[in-house]
T-cell receptor, first 116, second 116 residues
Framework: EAGVTQFPSHSVIEKGQTVTLRCDPI?????LYWYRRVMGKEIKFLLH????????ESGMPNNRFLAERTGGTYSTLKVQPAELEDSGVYFC??????????????FGNGTRLTVT | DAKTTQPTSMDCAEGRAANLPCNHS???????VYWYRQIHSQGPQYIIH???NNETNEMASLIITEDRKSSTLILPHATLRDTAVYYC?????????????????FGQGTILTVHP
């Protein structure tokens, strides 16, 4: 079974530019999550999709961030325009749907974003 | 989700058992205890989770106290590759809906160093 795949693994852009990160979850996983870790800080939740719907986007920092999951498969996270403080590692995770015994999240290896 | 408290760092000799403690005194009845680890430059890796019974899998054992206010992750025979940051996370369980459904809240974790 293929794990969660993220692309690109690294991205270096200039302040003001746009970057789009992509996440391919494990096949059949309804739940998809975005997290990020900025330098020296803890891993922080950004948002959660159930299929194509946004279940919880309470962690999105501001309206420069736009996440989509068209068709309930892969997801993209766009940052436009990028600012210096957006630098960090962006992780995607997925899990199976529902149930009392919570299905664990499986994480990708992240996209390291550097804004210069 | 309930807050967890872990030691900042721990050491373990290779081949010995590593016992990582976690306090979660405010855990509620439907909250699970999850353990993840992050090895440098990789995404968080799921280890194990449990509700109130002790759990064991191919990676580790999870011992949860009877009052559920604390738990211990046991790596029975630590290797150098187990050097990582270990996160103890309490996650809401059961039912659909609510903004906390599904997400994990990461703290600082415990830096485990396994030495030869």
């Amino acid at each position: 079974e293929a794990g969660v795949t993220q692309f690109p693994s690294h991205s270096v852009i200039e302040k003001g530019q746009t970057v789009t990160l992509r996440c391919d979850p494990i096949s059949g996983h309804d739940n998809l999550y975005w997290y990020r870790r900025v330098m020296g800080k803890e891993i922080k939740f950004l948002l959660h999709f159930v299929k194509e719907s946004k279940q919880d986007e309470s962690g999105m920092p501001n309206n420069r961030f736009l996440a989509e999951r068209t068709g309930g498969t892969y997801s993209t996270l766009k940052v436009q325009p990028a600012e210096l403080e957006d630098s960090g590692v962006y992780f995607c995770a997925s899990s199976q749907g529902g149930g009392q015994r919570r299905s664990p999240l499986h994480f990708g290896n992240g996209t390291r974003l550097t804004v210069t | 989700d309930a807050k967890t408290t872990q030691p900042t760092s721990m050491d373990c000799a290779e081949g010995r058992a590593a016992n990582l403690p976690c306090n979660h005194s405010t855990i509620s009845g439907n909250e699970y205890v999850y353990w993840y680890r992050q090895i440098h430059s990789q995404g968080p890796q799921y280890i194990i989770h449990g509700l109130k019974n002790n759990e064991t899998n191919e990676m580790a054992s999870l011992i949860i106290t009877e009052d559920r206010k604390s738990s211990t992750l046991i790596l029975p025979h630590a290797t150098l590759r187990d050097t990582a940051v270990y996160y103890c996370i309490v996650r809401a369980g059961g039912g659909v809906g609510g903004t906390s459904y599904g997400k994990l809240t990461f703290g600082q974790g415990t830096i485990l160093t396994v030495h030869p």
